[in-house]
T-cell receptor, first 113, second 109 residues
């Protein structure tokens, strides 16, 4: 079956612009979470969605937002981009219920210039 | 909340060597997973191992839940094993995964 699909894979934006990243989870997975990873750093949790509702949220400013659609696809948006937003943005999905394996997409590489 | 610590932070080995990576967590957990992130950023799930021992080829993992630690063993290392290894645990109180900072492994030919 198809894995987690993220688009676009690579993008370059200028400061002040906004960006929208998309994530299609594995079929049957209703939980989608987003992470930011800056060069040489670990994974910073952004938010998790389940059944179109934000279930958990990390410690990021309000410029970072997301949503989930009824087909479980998710988007995240970053407004008023800053240079420090340059990072790999990873999306992951898993089945509902505790103890389920989480699967990651290949990520979206965002460069802000 | 739960704290997850991984050690060592960095590890450099020659091809063919064995290695042990450790993940300590501060409270009881429902779920512990090990991941490998390759140099291109792709994160691959290695093991789901809340307790006990599992093996997959040259890799094996052991979690001792009562003592709150997990170990990832890599035998006969290959250059393709290079990358960052993360462990992540799921809190009892919610569904959020808590991640360690990772161990960066470099295997030299």
């Amino acid at each position: 079956k198809a894995g987690v699909t993220q688009t676009p894979r690579y993008l370059i934006k200028t400061r002040g612009q906004q960006v929208t990243l998309s994530c299609s989870p594995i079929s049957g997975h209703r939980s989608v979470s987003w992470y930011q990873q800056t060069p040489g750093q670990g994974l910073q949790f952004l938010f998790e969605y389940f059944s179109e509702t934000q279930r958990n949220k990390g410690n990021f400013p309000g410029r970072f937002s997301g949503r989930q659609f009824s087909n479980s696809r998710s988007e995240m948006n970053v407004s008023t981009l800053e240079l420090g937003d340059s990072a790999l943005y990873l999306c992951a999905s898993r089945r509902e219920g505790r103890g389920n394996t989480i699967y990651f997409g290949e990520g979206s590489w965002l460069t802000v210039v | 909340g739960i704290q997850v610590e991984q050690s060592p932070p960095d590890l450099i080995l020659q091809e063919g060597a064995n290695s042990t990576l450790r993940c300590n967590f501060s409270d009881s957990v429902n779920n512990l997973q090990w991941f490998h992130q390759n140099p291109w950023g792709q994160l691959i799930n290695l093991f789901y191992i809340p307790s006990g021992t599992k093996q997959n080829g040259r890799l094996s993992a052991t979690t001792v839940a009562t003592e709150r630690y997990s170990l990832l063993y890599i035998s006969s290392s290959q250059t393709t094993d290079s990358g960052v290894y993360f462990c992540a645990v799921e809190e009892d109180s919610n569904y959020q995964l808590i991640w360690g900072a990772g161990t960066k492994l470099i295997i030299k030919p």
